[in-house]
């Protein structure tokens, strides 16, 4: 069963990093299915992926509930909405434009309202709490 764990958190760590640079992907899903398999199935490889300089800060952000940083919730939600509207866009009924664009303004209120932002870092350290 361990190794069944490993699998898929290796598959959702590259699904992951793909998120990163695919809008429509997401990455924090895939992070925290990562690091919930890794839990299971390797204290070396969730030690690996917590640790990790550019994974570690977003999985920790979330076990700790300290919420998101603002300049990545500008990214998220500018992101979102530019998928979102050329999908507005090429999508013909109406009904499916307003149904992307609802879906798209709870997401974004949820973002804005339903996510902590966290403090500015004051040094090269760990983040304010």
Do not use: Q
């Not at 050329?86 to 499916?96: E, F």
């Not at 949820?110 to 966290?118: A, C, D, E, H, L």
Request: proline residues 9%; hydrophobic residues 55%; glycine residues 6%.
């Amino acid at each position: 069963m361990k190794a069944f764990f490993i699998i898929v958190g290796t598959l959702a760590v590259a699904l992951a990093i793909a998120g990163v640079f695919l809008p429509l992907l997401p990455t924090t899903p895939f992070l925290l299915l990562a690091s919930a398999c890794y839990m299971r199935g390797s204290t070396r490889l969730h030690r690996w992926l917590t640790s990790n300089r550019l994974l570690g800060p977003y999985i920790a952000a979330i076990e700790n509930r300290s919420g998101m940083p603002r300049p990545a919730k500008v990214v998220a939600l500018l992101l979102m909405w530019a998928s979102l509207s050329y999908s507005i866009y090429i999508v013909p009924p109406a009904w499916a434009k307003a149904g992307l664009a609802a879906m798209g303004a709870a997401i974004s209120l949820y973002i804005v309202f339903g996510i902590p932002t966290m403090k500015p870092r004051t040094d090269k350290g760990a983040p304010d709490r």
